[in-house]
């Protein structure tokens, strides 16, 4: 018996990475999201009728390179709120492309996504309002709890 031991050196192991771009590492403009007056409004609204509770609706609207515009909310159906939760399930939403993303409340004094939020992401974006919900503590963010630029449509013409 020999006590000779055999080494075998093998090029290091480059993981396999589904989701990632060639130019991952290219700055690449942000969306901005536009809300239209209404939407805005009843985002406001719905948030004040469920205070102390968190509210949640369903964002309807469409995507294009530069903008995610939201023009109409609906209100999940079977959906369930508390102090510090808003949630829904998912399957039994009808079959409907134009859902984008999600507005919930927070009624305390800060709109950031929490982990649960991300965790639980649903479309395009979130949008979170916190108290004492106007229109300067609506946020938009994305899958990864970073701002979209927000911008309200005053009217038609905008």
Known sequence: MSN????????????????RRKDDNVERPRKEVVLTRKSADGIITYAKMWHPYE???????RSKKAEIMI???????FS???PYYSG?????????????????SHPGSS????????????GLV???INYPYDDATIAAFDRNGERFALRIMHSDSE
């Not at 509210?55 to 609207?61: D, P, Q």
């Not at 950031?112 to 649903?122: A, I, Q, V």
């Open 4 to 19: 000779t031991k055999i080494f075998v050196i093998s090029p290091p192991i480059r993981p396999l990475l589904f989701f």
């Open 111 to 122: 709109n950031s996504p929490s982990l649960e939020d991300l965790n639980n992401y649903f």
């Open 88 to 104: 829904f399930p998912v399957y039994d939403l009808p079959f409907d492309l134009s859902y984008i993303g999600t507005a919930h």
């Open 126 to 128: 979130s949008i979170i």
């Open 71 to 77: 023009d109409g909310l609906v209100v999940p159906p």
């Open 80 to 82: 369930s709120h508390g």
């Open 55 to 61: 509210g949640i609706l369903i964002l309807r609207g």
